[in-house]
């Protein structure tokens, strides 16, 4: 595992191109576009104030710039250095700023939520689109970036609009049995969409395209209800997650329970490998130790019982089985997590000098190197899984990981070194 040397960074604004040539990085005003494999810069585009936003297009060829003070966004072109986009919102404000699925529209919220503004970067025209609700996610496209489904506000109901992207015509317009919609998401295949209601009402319904309701479920009443929603990347599955603490799997043939999640303070079952980070004393003296531990006999627990805090422990399910497969306790509060996108890896980060890989082979804990302490607060895969962008908050590096390594077959325990 090899860490390129650290760059500046501002607001935690680092993202490679979705082709995985670029990575583009924020400092203060400025935006800085690097070639992925030799971290050269490309291209140095200067902004008019403050960079809060940015977002790749999903070509790769244009990358939006936006400043929610100033009610801007620039766009840029890595094809055309010369040439730029600049939309300014005026009176109206900006709060939010993001690309249409062909990458030639800019979708802009304007203050208040008042409307969404559609700029079009090749005819120039501007389209408005009124009503979308003020909530955590009011805007979804499909995957394959034909349709584009709004929340919406009307007379204090709620209301979902399904829009055409290649023109923006409305598709389909109707109503949801909601009292305050928190969000929507579609499934990866485009057939389904689940709308989901404030947390005071636990209520998650399923949509179809064409606007008919397939199923509703409650999990309970008269508690804080749903806190965040995922679909399986096969759509088979949809996840629940619950302020009880559990997280509720429900299938795509008849939107009911097959199973929940808990996040027990103890886990009793020999079967179910707990990873737990520790501070290693220099005055032990061990060498490297045996990483996974031997599965044999309690498995890698000195006794049948362990318990956690749950904001720094990390749980592992496996949803072939439908059983919790491993827990990671980490010594401070996990900061964020995520995915290696082309293999069963996860990558974890908890704010401090250390980045944690664990994988069904096992755990391993890497020092950041680098001048002083490399606080890591967020971290981001490249598509090819062969790296990864780890950011502090005022610099980021990369990681680069040997493409067949195994985790796990020469580390020490959790709080140790590769």
Known sequence: MNFSEVFKLSSLLCKFSPDGKYLASCVQYRLVVRDVNTLQILQLYTCLDQIQHIEWSADSLFILCAMYKRGLVQVWSLEQPEWHCKIDEGSAGLVASCWSPDGRHILNTTEFHLRITVWSLCTKSVSYIK?????????????????????????????????????????????????????????????????????????????????????????????????????????????????????????????????????????NDPKIVVYKEAEKSPQLGLGCLSFPPPRAGAGPLPSSESKYNIPNAVWVWDIQKLRLFAVLEQLSPVRAFQWDPQQPRLAICTGGSRLYLWSPAGCMSVQVPGEGDFAVLSLCWHLSGDSMALLSKDHFCLCFLETEAVVGTACRQLGGHT
């Open 131 to 267: 009503y979308p609700k003020a909530c955590l996610q009011g805007i979804t496209f499909t995957r394959d970036g034909r349709y584009m489904a709004l929340a919406e506000r009307r007379d204090c109901k709620d209301y979902v609009s399904i829009f055409v992207c290649s023109d923006w015509q409305l598709l389909r317009h109707f109503d949801t049995d909601t009292q305050d919609l928190t969000g929507i998401e579609w499934a990866p295949n485009g057939c389904v969409l689940a709308v989901w209601d404030t947390c005071l009402e636990y209520k998650i319904l399923l949509y179809s395209l064409d606007g008919r309701l397939l199923s509703t479920y409650s999990a309970y009443e008269w508690s804080l209800g749903i806190k965040s929603v995922a679909w399986s990347p096969s759509s088979q599955f949809l996840a629940v997650g619950s302020y009880d603490g559990k997280v509720r799997i429900l299938n795509h043939v008849t939107w009911k329970m097959i199973t929940e999640f808990g996040h027990p303070a103890a886990i």
